[in-house]
Each structure stands twice: as C-alpha cells, then as structure tokens.
C-alpha cells in the first residue's frame, strides 16, 4: 500500500461521472494509506451519498475533502472557460502537490500545454484518468466549435513525447490498445483498468407477453444515435400499431416528446429522472437498444452499458470496439452491422423467433466489472 495521493477532480458539479468517481475513490482507498481529495463541494457531497445508497462506507481517518472552485453550466462556452480556469488551478496545485502521487480526474485540455514540462521539472509522478475527452482524439469535428480547439491540443500532446513520470488510466484494455496502436512510440504511458462500478442484486422480471418494451437509456441525444432510434421506430411502426412493441427513452433528453408519437418518453424535456424512477422504468423493459456509431467508443468506455449489466437486460446494438470489448467476458445480446440488422432481430423477439432469456452471462460481467474486483493499475 502506498503512503499517500492527491486526487484532484477540476471538472465534476454534482452528479457528473458520481458512480464512476464514487467507485474510483474505493479503489484508491484501497490503495492509499491517505488521501487528499479536491473537487467541488457538490461533487463530493454527491460522492458520499452514492456510497451510502449503495451501503458503502470509508475510512474517514484516510481521507481529507477539500473544495476547490469548479465553474458550473452545461453549455459548450461554459465547458470551455470551465476546462481554462480548470487548466490555471491545475497549474498551481501540481506545484503545491509536488511532493506527492497526484491523480487528475480527467485529461484537461489546456492542461497538456504543461504537464510534461512540469512532471519533467519537478519530478512529479502525475497519474491521468481519461475518459471520453480521448474521442476528440479521431472525431471529425467542425472548426468553430470548442472541441476542434480540445482535438489539436490533445492532438499535440499524444504526437509528442510524453513524460515518463506520467501515466495515463484508459479505462479498458481495448481502449489502451487503439492508444498504442495510435501513438506507439508512447505506449508505456498507457496504462488500463476496467470501468469500475456498483452492481447490485436485482429480481429480474421475466416479461414474455405482448407488447415487448424496449427502449435507450442514460443521457439521450443525436450523438448517442437519437436520429437512428427515432428512424426505427418508423420502421417498427407496424409492430407499435398493433400493440406487440413499445419503445421507451428513460434518461434525460432535449426533444419535444409530441413531435414522436412512436416513443414513449419517460421525462419531459431537459428534466433530470430520479434515480428511484430511472431504475424502475428500466426494470420494466425487455432489452435496451444502442445505436452508437461503429466508430464511436474506441477511446472511451460507456456508462450506459453497466446500466443494462446492473439490471440484467439484453442489448441489442450496433456493434463497436468498446462493446465487443465486453463481449469478449461474456455475451450481452445481439451486436449489429447496422440498424436494419437491428430491426430484424427486434422483428425477430416480438415473433418469438428468438429469445432474449438465452442471454445469461450478467452475473459473470457483473464480478468482472465489480469495483471490488478492480486494482488501481499503477
């Protein structure tokens, strides 16, 4: 066990990545005699209640919380002056930190301006945790936008020779590979773990009569493949009309719900589901679709997924690396070429032609990904 570190998380407001923060704290707790934990006060408050939901407790003795300022708003040019203030704090706390293992949250963009400067000048051991700011990495993105701005910097940075005191956390093996694969001649700097979560024990209820309910969940937009959803719902239309499927967005979203009277809405728009609400409305269903592109999450893990390995749902989704990534644990449902694939086996399950409960491999994916099971990797 090492002695101490300082986790430092510039960009988290209330319940940003909270499962993902909440079981990464528990994995560092495991590791660290001491902790220094700097954030917004909202996002560790927010931390602490997670655990207490899921009856889960930590040493206080080992931990001390301090707040930093973290500027709120949910709009590009917020996330922008949010990720440059951020940048100048880091900038200040890697130097009061020095002496120690540091921890960042999140790769700040702006911040790659100096990390190896600083981690070369002063020799600190800097340990990054990267989440889906590495897409940038191989979007194609428009120039006017903030992100064409995030793309370059990260660019520049993984072009170049990363400092040997840094080590950057992909949270997947097949993530840390598309890095390497990328940029090999920084290859030892990628390190891997799993996403870590919180699984719980739930009843599964076996659904096998008419209309089968299916449905996307967790933050719902057209880059999340809200387009594609909506497309096959016309497709499907047959199906809905004569009551033999329903289709269900649980999760927050920003359309006007009467313009697709093919879909069931769950929230209204721009309106945070509780969480009590979210998991029922996810126990109701038969399977959960995705429809991320098949270039999308080669460099980021998807949360949503451990929502349905939680409840012990199918997927049915158009395939990419990451979910044949977790496939390579254990089946999850059907992986698909394209969405018309997806409409044939959606066909398919309403028939009854195939069936969703051969798919039993959850309790299996539910130890692997279980934060318990998950060693900090450096």
Not at 14 to 30: D, M, T
Request: charged share 25%; hydrophobic share 40%.
């Amino acid at each position: 066990m090492k002695k101490s570190t300082v986790f430092i998380d510039s960009n988290s407001i209330g319940n940003f990545h909270e499962v993902f923060n909440a079981a990464f704290f528990k994995i560092l707790e495991a590791r660290f005699e001491k902790i220094i934990y700097l954030s917004s006060e909202s996002s560790y408050e927010n931390l602490k209640k997670i655990l207490v939901s899921n009856n889960i407790s930590y040493n206080s003795g080992k931990v001390e919380f301090k707040k930093i300022k973290v500027l709120e708003g949910k709009k590009s040019h917020h996330i922008f002056l949010r990720k440059i203030y951020a940048s100048f704090l880091l900038f200040f706390l890697l130097l009061k930190y020095r002496n120690q293992d540091i921890v960042l949250a999140n790769l700040n963009e702006f911040g790659t301006l100096y990390f190896n400067l600083l981690s070369n000048l002063f020799k600190i051991n800097l340990t990054i945790v990267a989440h889906g700011e590495l897409e940038y990495l191989i979007q194609n993105v428009p120039k006017n936008k903030p992100i064409f701005v995030y793309k370059k910097l990260l660019q520049r940075f993984f072009n170049s020779k990363i400092s040997d005191n840094i080590k950057i956390i992909a949270l997947g093996k097949s993530i840390r590979e598309k890095l390497i694969e990328l940029y090999p001649k920084n290859s030892a700097t990628f390190v891997s773990m799993e996403h870590p979560y919180f699984f719980k024990d739930v009843a599964v209820e076996k659904q096998s009569s008419l209309p089968v309910k299916m449905g996307i969940v967790g933050a719902v937009g057209e880059n999340k493949g809200m387009l594609k959803f909506i497309k096959l719902s016309e497709s499907l239309k047959d199906l809905i009309m004569e009551k033999k499927l329903e289709l269900f967005v649980i999760g927050r979203h920003g359309y006007h719900t009467e313009d697709f009277p093919l879909i069931n809405f769950i929230a209204k728009a721009d309106t945070i589901i509780p969480t009590n609400e979210y998991n029922e409305a996810i126990k109701g269903l038969n399977a959960i679709l995705f429809f991320y592109d098949q270039n999308q999450y080669q460099l980021t893990a998807s949360g949503a997924i451990f929502d349905a390995i939680n409840h012990e749902k199918p997927v049915i989704a158009i395939k990419n690396n990451y979910f044949n990534h977790i496939c390579s644990y254990g089946e999850i449902g059907y992986l698909c070429e394209d969405t018309d694939e997806m409409e044939s086996i959606i066909r398919k399950v309403v028939k009854h032609e195939i069936s969703l409960e051969t798919i039993k491999d959850f309790k299996e994916l539910k130890s692997i990904f279980n934060w318990k099971n998950i060693n900090y990797p450096i």
